[in-house]
């Protein structure tokens, strides 16, 4: 009688510590959500693909000043590759200097990219510019590496990234003031 005695609380011992052993582990879904913020982002891939984190790049401003995109971290960013011969491009430069002008103080940016190896004359970008009058910054892809790699090969393509780098939306052709708007609101 003892000996089972003995052996039944033996037995509750062992079922009171396997169920306390198993209220006590973090399952993985659980593990999942205590993952913090920055390990996400880390996980984050880089790449060209909506949802992945814009590669960094540094160009000059035609003013001869170096930009990298890294340095619109926190800001929403409109990346737009344009050419000065480009009728669409043409077409969306007015929309974008007023959604600029809109905007400006509002934590959101336009870096207009470009495509300096595509142009016929180089030294006319300056005179687009003015002609234009836009004041976002305009960078200059003299190589042509840039824009090969963001596969802007139909012009204007535009990239809409958020506060966090990341590449929401990736827009190929023109682009209108009200449609900038409508993507920014849509990110963070």
Do not use: R
Not at 18 to 47: F, L, M, N, P
Not at 51 to 79: C, H, R, W, Y
Not at 87 to 108: I, L, R, S, T
Not at 122 to 139: A, E, H, M, R, S
């Amino acid at each position: 009688m003892l000996k089972k005695i003995t052996a039944i609380i033996i037995l509750f011992g062992l079922i009171g510590w396997a169920i306390y052993d198993q209220a006590s582990k973090t399952t993985e879904a659980e593990k999942k959500v205590h993952v913090s913020k920055q390990d996400v982002q880390k996980s984050v891939k880089i790449g060209f693909q909506e949802g992945n984190k814009a590669p960094n790049f540094q160009l000059k401003t035609l003013e001869g000043k170096d930009v990298q995109l890294s340095d619109m971290k926190g800001k929403k960013l409109i990346l737009n590759f344009w050419a000065t011969w480009c009728p669409p491009c043409k077409a969306e430069m007015p929309h974008m200097q007023k959604f600029y002008q809109d905007n400006k103080g509002k934590n959101v940016e336009i870096l207009a990219v470009n495509l300096t190896t595509a142009e016929k004359n180089p030294n006319g970008i300056d005179k687009f510019v003015k002609d234009y009058g836009l004041t976002f910054p305009v960078l200059l892809d003299s190589t042509g590496e840039i824009g090969d790699a963001y596969q802007a090969f139909t012009i204007p393509t535009s990239y809409i990234i958020d506060t966090n780098g990341i590449i929401y939306k990736k827009i190929v052709g023109p682009m209108d003031k009200e449609m900038m708007t409508e993507l920014m609101k849509s990110i963070n």
